[in-house]
């Protein structure tokens, strides 16, 4: 049930990200990029899109929370640990990417044919 709410509420990013990869696509043709570089393209439009909808969404939450006083004290508690949970993220993220593309440039030479060199 989490996972149909989790796609019903991702929907609109990911619909407005098909909108702006067609936009995008008279593009490619002109500029011939490959299957690997649009890939990485149309993966930046829908992080780019689905952070941007989130972003709001999250705006529009903290905005009703505000308004009920009883809500607005323990916002305050769990808003220092939502910027350490964020903080832990982004870190585990900066780390753990360089080590996972370094592993899957290693095994794409292994297979000529997904390798993009």
Known sequence: MALKVLFLVD???FLASILVSLLVLPLRTIVHFGSYRSSYIAAAILLVLG???WLVLGNVLEFRIRLNESF???FKKLNHLIVA???L???ATAIVT???NARSRRLGFR???ISSH
Do not use: Y
Request: net charge neutral; charged share 0%.
């Open 72 to 74: 607005n004290n323990s």
């Open 98 to 100: 360089p080590m996972v």
């Open 51 to 53: 952070s941007v909808q």
């Open 111 to 113: 297979h000529a044919g």
């Open 11 to 13: 929907l609109p990013s």
């Open 89 to 91: 993220v982004l870190l």
């Open 85 to 87: 949970a964020i903080v």
